[in-house]
């Protein structure tokens, strides 16, 4: 498997999962040599989006995040370099696959639900442990000046919330002009997060154009699960709207 040569104090090789995905979805399409021969230039493309800095640096190694962003950006460059562009639907399904896995689809028992408080209370201490390391290496200057991630800043009845400010995934895809590409990046949350018994309610999306990503993990049954239904807005981003009293308030 070819390796990038990129310099990884500055940014992450994909993922082994993800470099066999894309190659074999180009195989499959394309034929075992042309899809070789596309994946090579997938990964020259994504060198080149390191080595030049259009992928920002945001900690390399140590970014909690960056393992999404690095998987994303190759397929990225592969969608760059194939002469036959998938449609939107294979896009996201991609995407799905590379971001979350196969096991990503797969789905829960139902006793592992956000309804459960057991599970609840489980989650929520994962992320204040997630959010305290994100904020002590945000600080040190670690993260390039992304993910400084704050947990239940706002009230979030029966779930635990989310808040992350800036977005190397879109300032990547402006730079390159293909931000229609980051729609199914986002979107797959909501997917991802069912599938594990969990109902993803985001009021704010730094991909639409908010301050930050405020994203509410509930259980299905909860108050804003049944109060606050996804929908599609105007740029094709998934959302939800929130009550005023619920709303996240700048610190």
């Not at 779930?159 to 995934?169: E, F, K, L």
């Amino acid at each position: 498997m070819l390796t990038p040569q990129i310099d990884t104090s500055r940014h992450m090789l994909p993922s082994r999962a993800a470099a066999r995905t894309v190659r074999a979805y180009l195989a499959d399409k394309y034929g075992a040599d042309e899809g070789a021969s596309l994946f090579e230039q997938a990964v020259y493309r994504f060198e080149s989006y390191c080595n030049n800095d259009i992928i920002p640096f945001c900690g390399g190694k140590k970014s909690p995040f960056g393992a999404g962003l690095y998987n994303n950006m190759l397929l990225v460059a592969a969608w760059e370099v194939e002469p036959r562009k998938p449609s939107d639907e294979k896009f996201e399904e991609l995407v799905y696959e590379v971001s979350f896995g196969r096991r990503g689809r797969m789905q829960m028992p139902a006793w592992f639900s956000g309804d459960n408080p057991r599970v609840m209370r489980l989650f929520t201490a994962v992320y204040k442990r997630f959010a305290a390391t994100a904020h002590r290496r945000f600080e040190a200057g670690e993260l390039g000046g992304y993910w400084d991630v704050q947990v239940n800043v706002s009230p979030t009845p029966g779930g635990v919330q989310m808040v992350s400010g800036r977005c190397p995934v879109k300032e990547t895809l402006e730079r390159l002009g293909l931000l229609r590409l980051l729609r199914p990046m986002c979107n797959t949350d909501y997917p991802n997060m069912a599938t594990k018994n969990l109902t993803l309610v985001r009021p704010l999306l730094v991909a639409a154009g908010d301050d930050v990503c405020d994203m509410r993990i509930v259980g299905p049954g909860s108050e804003l699960a049944r109060t606050c239904p996804p929908y599609v807005d105007a740029d094709g981003y998934i959302v939800n709207d929130i009550p005023e009293k619920y709303a996240y308030r700048r610190p």
